[in-house]
C-alpha cells in the first residue's frame, strides 16, 4: 500500500512537470519530494557520498527480494530457465540506453571488474605504454602496475590543475604525454576526486586517430550525465550500476566496440568459439542474479524520472551548496563550475584542517557523511555527492556545518 502511495504520487508529480524544461524542473520541489519518498534512507544521517555507492529506492529492493525468492524456489531450475534468459533484455535496454548494440555490452558486478578485464586482457609488449592521469581510480593502477612488473610495460601518468583551465587544457595535457609507443589511454570520464569531467569524446577519437585504444572509466558518468555512446566514441566503457543508476549494489557493465571483442582476452578463459562473444566476459561461474534482474527496475525508475531531469537536479544541488560556501573564508572550492567540467559531484578543502579531520568532525559533530580525497603532492578535499534523494534543508545544513567548522 505505502509502495502505491509513493510510486503514485511519483506519478502525479511527473505529470505535474508539464512542459517544465529539465533546468525548471531541476528546482520544483514538488517533484523531487515525491521522488525522495521512493528512498529508504536514513534521514538522521546526510549521506552526502554517494559517490561510493547508491541506496536503490524501495521498488528495486524489492525488485530484487523478489527475484531472490523466486532463486530460492529452486536455484538451478529458476535461474537456468527463468532469470539468466531474462538478463538479455537488460542487456538489450542498457545497450538501448547507452546507445551501442546489445552485443557489444557484457553485464558485470561492477566498473573494476570491466575495467581489470580490459586493461589485463589487452595485447601489449614489454616497452608499450599505456597513459594515465595522477587522478584516475587507484586500483586500475594496481593491474597497470602488476603487467608493468610483470611484462614489462610502461605506466605513464600526468598531474593536471584542479581545477583545470577548461577541457582543452586536459586534451592537450593527455597528448602532451601521448609518445610513438602509447598503446592505450585510459581517462575517467568523471573523475573519483573532485568530478572534473574531461573531453571524453575529443580524447577519444584524437586516440583513435593515432592508432591508440581508449578506455574510459565510467564509474560516474553512466546515469549521472546524459549522453550516448557516440558522444564519448571510446573503445572500451566500464560504468558501476549501483552508483548513479541506483541498481542493486554488485551490478555494472562493459561496453566494447565490436570489432575489438576477439582482441581482449577474459581474465577466465571461454571455448574458442566465444572468441567474438561478448558474453566471454560474464563466464564467472555461479554467481547471484537478482540484484541483476532488478536493474530494469533501476532503469524504469531512472526513466520515469527523466536522465535530463535527473542530470540537472544533481547539478542544482551542487551549485546550491557551492554557492552558499563560495567566498567563505577558509573554504576552497576544487571543481570547476562550468557545465562541461562538473555536474552532481564536488570537492573542497578548508585551509589548515585536513581532509581526514573534516570527514570526521562532519560525521561526528553534524551526522554528514562525506569522503577523503588525498592526492599526495596535489592536494586533499572532501568529496561531495549528495544525491536526488537530498533535500533543500539537507544541502543547507551542509553548507552550514561547512561554514561553522571553516569559521572556528
Ligand atoms: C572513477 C572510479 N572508477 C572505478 C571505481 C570502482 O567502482 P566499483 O568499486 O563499483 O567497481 C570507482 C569507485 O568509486 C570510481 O570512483
Not at 505529470?15 to 528512498?39: I, P, V, Y
Request: proline content about 5%; hydrophobic content about 40%.
Amino acid at each position: 500500500m505505502t509502495r502505491r502511495l509513493v510510486l503514485g504520487a511519483l506519478a502525479a508529480a511527473v505529470r505535474n512537470l508539464q512542459g517544465q524544461t529539465a533546468t525548471e524542473a531541476a528546482a520544483n520541489e514538488d517533484f523531487w519530494f515525491a521522488a525522495r519518498m521512493a528512498f529508504t534512507v536514513d534521514r538522521n544521517l546526510l549521506n552526502f557520498n554517494n559517490g561510493s555507492v547508491c541506496p536503490a529506492p524501495k521498488v528495486v529492493q524489492e525488485a530484487m527480494e523478489r527475484y531472490w525468492t523466486v532463486t530460492n524456489l529452486s536455484p538451478s531450475h529458476y535461474v537456468d530457465e527463468l532469470l539468466l534468459p531474462e538478463t538479455e533484455v537488460i542487456r538489450e535496454e542498457l545497450a538501448r540506453e547507452f546507445g551501442c548494440s546489445p552485443e557489444e555490452l557484457a553485464l558485470t558486478r561492477n566498473t573494476s571488474e570491466g575495467l581489470h578485464a580490459v586493461i589485463l586482457g589487452l595485447d601489449l609488449k614489454p616497452g608499450d605504454e599505456v597513459v594515465t592521469t595522477t587522478q584516475d581510480y587507484p586500483s586500475m593502477f594496481s593491474s597497470l602496475d602488476q603487467r608493468a612488473e610483470r611484462e614489462g610495460i610502461v605506466v605513464k601518468k600526468f598531474a593536471y590543475p584542479t581545477p583545470p583551465k577548461d577541457p582543452q587544457q586536459l586534451f592537450d595535457l593527455f597528448f602532451a604525454n601521448v609518445g610513438p609507443k602509447t598503446r592505450a589511454i585510459l581517462v575517467s570520464h568523471m573523475t573519483f576526486t573532485t568530478g572534473q569531467i574531461f573531453p571524453v569524446g575529443a580524447i577519444c577519437r584524437e586516440a583513435r586517430r593515432r592508432g591508440i585504444y581508449s578506455i574510459v572509466d565510467g564509474a560516474h558518468s553512466f546515469a549521472h550525465l546524459v549522453f550516448r555512446r557516440d558522444d564519448i566514441d571510446c573503445d572500451f566503457y566500464s560504468t558501476s550500476l549501483h552508483k548513479w543508476l541506483t541498481a542493486p549494489v554488485g551490478t555494472g557493465f562493459l561496453y566494447m566496440r565490436r570489432e575489438l571483442i576477439p582482441r581482449v582476452w577474459p581474465l577466465l578463459g571461454v571455448p574458442a568459439a566465444m572468441k567474438a562473444n561478448i558474453r566471454k566476459f560474464e563466464s564467472i561461474g555461479t554467481a547471484p542474479v537478482a540484484m541483476r534482474n532488478a536493474v530494469a527496475d533501476a532503469l524504469a525508475f531512472h526513466r520515469g524520472l527523466g536522465a535530463l531531469r535527473k542530470q540537472e537536479r544533481l547539478r542544482y544541488l551542487r551549485r546550491r551548496w557551492e554557492g552558499a560556501l563560495r567566498g567563505v573564508d577558509r573554504v576552497k572550492l576544487l571543481n570547476a563550475d562550468s557545465p562541461e567540467q562538473s555536474c552532481g559531484i564536488g570537492a573542497l578543502g578548508v585551509d589548515g584542517i585536513r581532509a581526514e579531520q573534516l570527514t570526521a568532525t562532519l560525521l561526528n559533530k553534524f551526522k554528514i557523511h562525506v569522503r577523503t580525497r588525498v592526492m599526495p603532492g596535489e592536494f586533499e578535499c572532501i568529496r561531495v555527492t549528495p544525491n536526488i534523494y537530498a533535500s533543500l534543508e539537507d544541502v543547507d545544513r551542509f553548507s552550514r556545518a561547512i561554514t561553522t567548522i571553516a569559521r572556528g
